[in-house]
């Protein structure tokens, strides 16, 4: 379980990238958590295996899961070495 939390780690997308191959090659499958507008609770944050932050800013939940299937998709492009992605 990774929840999205402006209290967990920030990741360059080439380290999420990284993270999400680890994560895929598990036996588990893998669940995204977006809290609400008050955030997550405390004991959901416990038990979650990586806490991530897209930043400090406060974005809607739509927006937020609008970025999580973009840095999806750029993860798979990072790994696919395609022309999406053009950072570092």
């Known amino acids: 379980m990774i929840v999205l939390?402006?209290?967990?780690?920030?990741?360059?997308?080439?380290?999420?990238?990284e993270n999400l191959e680890s994560w895929v090659m598990g036996d588990k499958d893998i669940c995204f958590v977006i809290g609400?507008?008050?955030?997550v609770d405390d004991q959901l944050l416990a038990e979650a295996d990586f806490v991530w932050s897209l930043g400090k800013l406060t974005l809607p939940h739509q927006l937020a899961r609008l970025v999580l299937i973009e840095q999806l998709y750029r993860a798979?492009?990072?790994?696919?070495?395609g022309n999406y992605h053009h950072g570092n």
Do not use: M, P, R
């Open 76 to 81: 798979v492009s990072i790994w696919e070495n």
């Open 36 to 39: 609400g507008a008050y955030g």
């Open 5 to 17: 939390d402006d209290t967990g780690k920030q990741l360059s997308s080439a380290s999420f990238s």
